[in-house]
């Protein structure tokens, strides 16, 4: 059983940054491959970054390349999402997700999710 805690989401202006935290309960959180997923109001939950269980290895939604980094600290069992360069369009509910040993980009086959942390960005 793993638990996932996110933190760090509020508001922002356009432009500025946040940097979100998802913390795991757990002994075996290298086994796990963690992604963020975000949903805007009336919107479906989309894809938004992925990383490996070792750390090696990162995945991102075209919408947030070269603006989003996605990192974790095993020794901590957290992983961050630094977001830069923040848009009005990223406003939404950012949730962590878990899957054991899969690189998750859909909805699919994520054995775990946090609770979410709303994230809004002022025009």
């Known amino acids: 059983q793993v638990q996932l805690v996110e933190s760090g989401g509020g508001l922002v202006q356009a432009g500025g940054s946040l940097r979100l935290s998802c913390a795991a309960s757990g002994r075996t959180f290298t086994n796990y491959h963690v992604s963020w997923f975000r949903q805007a109001p009336a919107k479906e939950r989309e894809f938004v970054a992925s990383?490996?269980?070792?750390?090696?290895?990162?995945y991102y939604a075209d919408s947030v390349k070269g603006r989003f980094t996605i990192s974790r600290d095993n020794a901590k069992n957290t992983v961050y999402l630094q977001m830069n360069s923040l848009k009005p369009e990223d406003t939404a509910i950012y949730y962590c997700?878990?899957?054991?040993?899969?690189?998750?980009?859909?909805?699919?086959?994520?054995?775990?999710w946090g609770q979410g942390t709303q994230v809004t960005v002022s025009s």
């Open positions: 990383i490996r269980g070792s750390g090696v290895g990162t």
């Open positions: 997700a878990a899957a054991w040993r899969k690189v998750v980009t859909t909805l699919d086959n994520v054995d775990y």
